[in-house]
């Protein structure tokens, strides 16, 4: 007699973890989408007493964003967030990338021929991030303009990569431990070059990994605030630079206007977390386990 | 009554059937084996009387009960798994006593079954050691002696000894067998190798496809396989499945074509019930074909392809009209490659299979 | 001892050590271990860093020699080593010299030597003592917060259901956030005139909600933004050690009928317990820092009761242009967070040798 067993238990338990699951993102994802929703607002919507949920959307604060007219009526000024936006991503593409490059270098060196004092090295590397970028700054500060790194994109990328190599190069060795060494040693008996293993053998296995650091990387690069005030001059600003400075404004803070810069900066964090999300999710996940 | 009992079980994964209303019982005290390639449902069940797994459609009974609505935890049922699945930070000592906690047994009496269980299993060298400081051999036993230091209704196993090597193997077998006659529970033993159903199986069910093709004595599944995936999956090497033509029959022998020869063979009679010219399988175990010195009424004639020495026997490929044969014989007959021969199937020995794949066997 | 060349073996530990050749690294790094702090300390920054970075590049290129071809790890490993030791070691060291020196930025003056006045008038400043305390407050309940909230997130999101990708993603938003957007907007949401909590509130009290208004208030809205905006972090690395434990251990424990807290402390706890550590470790050493969020929220008020040390360090550095003496107070945090971090990472490894 056959009868008919649907596992209901499991499939109940689902909902009600997807139910729990929507509450608790919801109250974290509420003030992003009060943001969100600001942005489309005009600055009246947005100051309301009680806050509005429904209201009539408006572009205006993205227009305003691009174009500012000082006087009514006159010519819209173009107040230069495309190029801010372009430096935001340049800067923060370009340190990312390197610091990937070099600390992914680095990790498999620290991981596959450690040097004596291994440890000590790691460590230091680690303590590099302890400070507060408070102390910091002026010396920097210093040594950039002595340098003539001042304003450029240089100074300040090399600077972001600096910041961005700990994590990188802690996260791609802990990857890069996870590997068993015979896969490698076979290729090498095999005859090929330390380098082809390298590209061929080991870095195909932690794209995880990579996309990991990339993520949590362009995470920090990109709202990295304090640096990028001193340190990018007009043509080189970034967005969060630039927003400090909307801030400021005569008549208070324009909310609408600030919603909508950060939601257009938030677009592109999220598309990357969005595209690199399968191996995000694999990537934390094998990472820093000895089996 | 039996143990464990499966009533028409089935088991879908969306459009996927991977065990088809299998019907299978297991008396307390037997040993029944799951025998068949990968992918053919065997593991499915298994994990579907532990509860591991659900059923999509009929009953599972373990003692009587109805345990389908029942998790893991509820059925009372041991299981040694395929990767051992040892508890990686606990001590070998650790790893057995663990299921008894759930008993909330009293530490003396844990401690006796565990010395109990160890010396059986020989692992008292090693109590003390974890997982990883294990050699394979070992973690196996572990293992095994985690399931029997309870008192479970049943014993599953999967795949037990699939990763040790073929030494290990050999000793393990009769250990186990040994181990489980003495404890006297149903068990099932999921594995792909026949030699291990053969010697450590009661009774074993080969499954193909999700589905049982027969539940048998290994004698029996030897000896008379119900068809033709069977006969062609037990025994080593595998038996000779020729394509042939019925001719006739008459006085208890039937007349077959094989190729462009015929021959006389004494079969199952209730081959006199297939219609002359119907197209049939016989099947020939390697070791039941002679050869002969010349030709007798019977014999075939074929030539010799390939000889494979295997120490004190000799494999002979033979090759005639496209149809190959196998035939294995003592190592000190002299054969040579390329010559002529002539063979013999026994009699009695030839199975019959229809065009449905099924033996012909009253 | 004939001179080696690069093709020879590494030099002879003692008569070698001195021989100025190229590969040899440890006669470099000895000079740049001399060279950086002399030069800090006596000459003007311009030249004292030029002559810091010919140190340093003379360092990486003697070991890149020596190592060619013999010690791959070397080699790859410089770069990185170079680029944090020129932007991370030679300001670090810069401060650190500083602290050394009477100096304020705002004079034009000269920096005089001090020894460890400083230092000494820092240790003794009880503000200093004070913001500590509110610092190691605020750490303790940010991180406990964080890191209990992020471990319950790893498990609510753990096994597979029904839109769990998307509603993964909408978790990890927070931390996507400008830290300009999240304080300029938490402080509008803690407003008491047209905040949202302050309304949401009045709804059931019927008055204004001013959060800010005591320091424990403050102190809340603080942990709570932060909190908010790392636990997914949390979440990340624990979820990564939660879906790395092999099934089948779980089923085992099934099968042997482990109770829910046995099979946690035997089989889940070992796989999270490396990661768990390393997000307090993150987060600490982030807590310490504290400063956007404390900054842009409460401006370390109301008063000064959550002005934590790097708001302090921040103001003592450029409101009260006391440049030198607020480098000595942020080497005293540091000193705080190396022991702090050595005595999480020896734990850690100890832990992981008994296992």
Redesign the interface.
């Known amino acids: ?5 649907a ?1 209901h ?2 499939r109940d338990a ?2 009600g ?2 139910a ?3 509450v ?3 109250a ?2 509420f ?2 989408l ?2 969100i929703l600001t942005a489309f607002k005009t600055h009246n919507d947005a ?5 509005t949920f429904l209201f009539r959307p408006t572009l205006e604060n993205f227009v305003t964003v691009f174009w500012r007219s000082y006087i009514k009526g006159a010519e819209a000024v173009d107040t230069g967030f495309g190029l801010f936006f372009f430096n935001s991503v340049f800067i923060a593409g370009v340190s990312v990338l390197l610091a990937l490059v ?2 992914t ?2 990790a ?3 991981s ?4 004596t004092g291994n440890d000590t ?1 790691l ?1 230091a ?12 700054i ?3 500060f ?2 950039f303009r ?2 003539g790194l001042s304003g450029g994109y240089a100074g300040v990328i ?2 972001y ?2 910041f961005n ?2 994590f990188a ?1 802690w996260m791609m060795k802990s990857f890069f431990d996870e590997l068993s060494p015979d896969v490698e040693d076979a290729a090498r008996v095999d005859g090929s070059t ?1 380098a082809r293993v390298f590209a061929k053998i080991a870095l195909p296995q932690v794209t995880a990994g990579l996309a990991a650091t990339a993520v949590f990387g362009l ?1 920090l690069t ?2 990295e ?2 640096f990028a005030l001193l340190l990018t001059g007009v043509n080189t600003r970034t ?2 630079v630039a ?2 400075q909307t ?1 400021g404004g005569d008549i208070g ?1 324009r ?1 609408g206007l ?2 909508a810069i ?1 939601t257009l ?2 677009i592109p ?2 598309v990357v ?2 595209l690199l ?1 399968h191996q995000l ?1 694999r990537g ?8 | 009554m039996s143990t464990i009992e499966l009533r028409s079980v089935t088991k879908r994964f969306g459009d996927l059937v991977a065990v088809d209303a299998v019907d299978l019982g297991v008396s307390a005290g037997e040993v029944v084996c799951l025998l068949g390639p990968s992918g053919c449902g065997k593991t499915t069940t298994l994990r579907m009387i532990a509860g591991l797994e659900s059923a999509t459609a009929g009953d599972i009974l373990i003692a009587g009960r109805r345990v389908n609505p029942l998790p893991p935890r509820a059925r009372n049922v041991a299981m040694v798994f395929q990767f051992y699945a040892l508890y990686p930070t606990l001590t070998a000592r650790e790893n057995l006593a663990y299921p008894l906690h759930a008993d909330r047994l009293p530490a003396s009496e844990i401690d006796a079954r565990v010395r109990r269980v160890s010396a059986a299993l020989a692992l008292d060298a090693v109590l003390d050691r974890r997982p990883a400081q294990l050699a394979e051999g070992e973690k196996q036993r572990v293992a095994v002696g985690r399931a029997i230091i309870r008192d479970p209704s049943c014993f599953l196993f999967d795949e037990p000894l699939s990763r040790l090597d073929s030494q290990l193997r050999e000793e393990m077998r009769g250990q186990i067998k040994e181990i489980l006659t003495g404890l006297n529970k149903a068990t099932v033993i999921v594995t792909h190798d026949q030699l291990e159903a053969l010697t450590m199986a009661d009774r074993i069910a080969v499954m193909r496809d999700g589905r049982i093709e027969q539940v048998a004595t290994p004698h029996d599944i030897f000896t008379r396989p119900a068809n033709l995936f069977v006969a062609g999956f037990i025994g080593t090497p595998q038996m000779n499945l020729v394509p042939a033509t019925l001719v006739g029959h008459a006085n208890g022998q039937a007349r077959f074509r094989i190729g462009g020869q015929e021959s006389a063979l004494e079969v199952d009679p209730a081959v006199a019930h297939l219609r002359p010219g119907s197209a049939v399988t016989l099947g020939i175990r390697p070791r039941s074909v002679d050869l002969l010195s010349q030709a007798d009424g019977s014999s075939l004639a074929a030539r010799v392809d390939l000889l494979e020495p295997m120490g004190a026997e000799t494999l002979i490929h033979l090759l005639e009209d496209g149809h190959d044969l196998r035939v294995v014989v003592n190592h000190q007959v002299a054969v040579e490659v390329g010559s002529r021969v002539h063979v013999r199937f026994r009699p009695g020995q030839v199975h019959v299979f229809d065009a449905t794949e099924r033996a012909v066997r009253a | 001892m004939a001179p080696s060349s690069i093709a020879r073996a590494e030099p002879s530990p003692t008569a070698g050590w001195l021989t100025p050749t190229v590969s040899n690294w440890r006669l470099a790094l000895l000079l740049a271990a001399i060279v950086l702090p002399v030069s800090v300390l006596t000459l003007p920054v311009a030249t004292a860093f030029w002559l810091s970075l010919a140190a340093v590049g003379l360092v990486a290129v003697t070991a890149i020699v020596n190592a060619w071809g013999r010690h791959p790890g070397s080699l790859l490993v410089a770069p990185a080593l170079a680029l944090l030791c020129v932007l991370n070691i030679f300001p670090l060291m810069w401060s650190f010299g500083l602290s050394f020196f009477h100096y304020r930025a705002n004079r034009g003056a000269a920096p005089t030597f001090a020894g460890v006045e400083n230092y000494a008038r820092v240790l003794t400043d009880p503000t200093m003592w004070e913001r500590l305390q509110t610092t190691a407050l605020v750490v303790v309940l940010t991180v406990g917060t964080q890191m209990i909230v992020g471990f319950l997130l790893a498990l609510l999101f753990e096994k597979e259901f029904p839109g769990r990708r998307i509603l993964l993603m909408l978790v990890l938003t927070p931390m996507m956030l400008s830290f300009v957007a999240v304080g300029a907007f938490f402080r509008y949401y803690y407003e008491p005139t047209f905040g949202l909590l302050s309304q949401a509130i009045k709804v059931v009290t019927g008055k204004p909600f001013i959060l800010l208004e005591t320091s424990a208030g403050a102190l809340a809205a603080i942990v709570i933004a932060d909190a908010w905006m790392w636990s997914p972090f949390v979440m990340l690395l624990v979820l990564a050690g939660l879906v790395s434990v092999p099934r089948y251990l779980y089923e085992a424990a099934e099968i042997d009928r482990a109770s829910w807290w046995r099979r946690f402390r035997t089989i889940t706890f070992p796989y999270i317990r490396s990661l768990l550590l390393l997000a307090l470790l993150f987060r600490t050493i982030e807590a310490f820092k504290l400063f956007d969020v404390v900054f842009l929220i409460t401006e370390g008020g109301p008063g000064t009761s959550t002005e934590t040390i790097a708001v302090y360090v921040y103001r003592v550095a450029f409101q009260y242009f006391r440049t030198a003496q607020s480098s000595a107070m942020a080497y005293i945090l540091l000193f705080i967070v190396i022991v702090l971090t050595s005595l999480y990472l020896h734990l850690a490894r100890q832990r992981t040798a008994e296992a």
Not at chain 1, 1 to 5: C, I, K, P, V
Not at chain 1, 125 to 136: A, K, N, W
């Open positions: 007699m056959a009868r008919r067993n596992a238990d499991i689902s909902w973890r997807t729990l699951a929507a608790v993102s919801l974290y994802f003030p992003v009060w943001i100051l309301a007493i009680p806050p070099i600390g270098l680095a498999y060196g620290f596959r021929h450690p040097l090295y460590f590397i680690l303590t590099t991030r302890m400070l507060p970028p408070i102390v910091v002026i010396p920097i210093l040594m002595v340098t090399l600077l990569t600096a190599l700990p190069i330390g995470i990109w709202n605030f304090l967005v969060p927003m400090a801030i803070v909310w600030l919603a950060e900066f938030l964090v999220i977390t969005f999300q999710l934390v996940t094998f990472g820093t386990i000895k089996r």
